[in-house]
């Protein structure tokens, strides 16, 4: 999770994981948070993680090095956000497993991703390489 001047990113932007595998969210800099769009959590008005999902929710974090991890178990795209930059476009997607879900066929109300085939073909999408 990133600040770099007017840039609030998370890195990498795409993310593929197996189902049971933990993922850790880490501040680089600036304050963020990992919010899953699940409807009622946080500042999210949409659902955009798998039927069945937990959601997760990581507050807002500033201290540099803080992390805040969670394990997905349900296969399925997941689109997450950061609570003080969502405004900002501050999304990510994380696949686990293959695709599918109520993310699949559009992106977040707040930003774009990659697509759930280029997270799967290439494991990782780093921001720099989807948005240069």
Do not use: W
Not at 69 to 91: A, N, Q, R
Not at 99 to 110: I, L, N
Request: proline letters at 6%; charged letters at 20%.
């Amino acid at each position: 999770m990133v600040t770099e001047g007017s840039e609030y990113y998370f890195d990498p932007i795409g993310l593929f994981v197996e189902s049971g595998e933990t993922v850790t969210f880490e501040i680089q800099s600036g304050s963020h948070s990992a919010t899953a769009y699940k409807q009622g959590t946080s500042s999210a008005e949409v659902t955009r993680i798998p039927d069945g999902a937990e959601a997760f929710n990581s507050e807002v974090l500033s201290e540099q090095g803080a992390t805040y991890e969670h394990t997905f178990e349900t296969t399925g795209t997941y689109d997450y956000f950061c609570i003080p930059h969502k405004s900002l476009g501050m999304v990510g997607r994380i696949v686990v497993g293959e695709p599918g879900g109520p993310a699949e066929g559009s992106m977040p109300p707040d930003g774009d991703v990659p697509e759930s085939q280029t997270i799967v073909d290439q494991g990782s999408v780093s921001y720099s390489s989807f948005s240069g």
